[in-house]
């Protein structure tokens, strides 16, 4: 296991769209070491989702959880979790705003518009197909690391551009 680089905005790597991966390969283990590392690394830079790319590894792969504390998440939080191919479909048409950052975005933070509520699929770590309705945070989290599957980084969707503002004092 190893704590892995967090590519910067500017790497090649975070622009361009990521492979996706076949089940097969998740069933005989092939990435059993990816995951391994992105969890250690979300965990060491105290980040809430961490995408494959981001690490340098250009495939459809991401990594996120939702802490249980909080109005973030009434419901109780998510484990890290791992989703391989995700896919969408808006369940709640209607967009809301709120607060995002990003560990290849350093010390920014800005208001981004995303659905409200979706229908996620995605393979499990393992292979299994699953699939989840995600609403408010978690689908934020989760939209946003999808994001990077396909070169897209949170400012990219910003449209209050005045909100994006460092997050600390220099
Ligand atoms: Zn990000």
Known sequence: MAILKVMKLGAEVLRRPAAEIEAKDLRRGRFKGLFEDLRETMVEYSGTGLAAPQVGSPVRAVLYMVEAAGKRSPLGGIPPTILVNPSFEAED??????WEGCLSVPFLSARVPRPRKILVRALSE???PVEFVAEDFHAR???HESDHLD???YLDRVKDRASIRYTIDF
């Open 126 to 128: 393992t292979g299994k």
């Open 93 to 98: 048409p209607k967009e809301v705003e709120d």
């Open 141 to 143: 989290v989760v939209l």
């Open 151 to 153: 070169g897209v980084i």
